[in-house]
């Protein structure tokens, strides 16, 4: 067999393998790129690397990487969504774009550093979660809607003292108003148990028509 075409075989088979690994963590998450959606990213990342070295040897190969780079971004892009008050999806869209980029190695021929990169990824897709998940139950942020009536403006006022009460730091503050209700929206950072604490006093409240966070 060709070696030229023996290398290139190899190339798609460690595209395939390395896509695979990594898809496969984010099907066990259940996320939106998964298991195949993966391996085409790094295959076809893989495919376009290795037909740029093939062309003119001019300005074609720095070309297609940098189209490479573009268009994965559009198609990470389509994994963010918004959930209520969060944005989710993020983790996905930068995995696409790393997986192109190992594609993109693979294609080159730099496998050995492919390999170590493809471990680090499943350290941090793997490990990290567990000291993310640390940071969270330290601090976390959250976005609170209330409504109270239309003439409690002290409510207001008191619902700002207890989140400072309550060590819960507000970054971002918006209200609104009509003839029958203030709606404010607090968007606001601390420990989850103060957040609980403040919730329960929220349902407590009879003054408070309204509570979503």
């Not at 798609?12 to 391996?39: L, S």
């Not at 892009?77 to 008050?85: L, S, T």
Request: no cysteine.
């Amino acid at each position: 067999m060709d070696p030229v075409l023996m290398e290139q075989l190899i190339k798609v088979g460690m595209a395939i393998a390395v896509g695979g690994v990594v898809g496969a963590e984010r099907e066990y998450q259940d996320k939106a790129a998964g298991f195949r959606t993966i391996i085409l990213i790094t295959l076809g990342s893989t495919l376009f690397t290795i037909f740029s070295l093939t062309m003119d040897p001019g300005f074609t190969q720095t070309r297609v990487a940098a189209n490479i780079v573009t268009g994965i971004g559009f198609l990470g892009a389509g994994a963010i969504v918004r959930e209520g008050g969060r944005i989710a999806g993020l983790t996905t869209a930068a995995t696409i774009w790393l997986s192109a980029a190992l594609g993109m190695g693979i294609g080159a021929g730099d496998l050995v550093f492919v390999s170590a990169a493809t471990v680090i990824t499943l350290l941090v897709l793997l490990v990290f979660p567990k000291l993310e998940n640390r940071i969270d139950r330290i601090r976390e942020a959250r976005t609170y809607e209330i409504v109270v009536g239309a003439s409690d403006h002290k409510k207001v006022e008191g619902i700002a003292a207890l989140f400072d009460s309550l060590s819960l730091r507000v970054f971002e503050h918006h209200q609104a108003k009509n003839e029958k209700s203030i709606m404010s929206t607090w968007k606001v950072i601390g420990s989850p148990d103060n957040h609980e604490k403040f919730v329960q006093r929220m349902m407590r409240d009879k003054s408070v028509k309204e509570l979503n966070y």
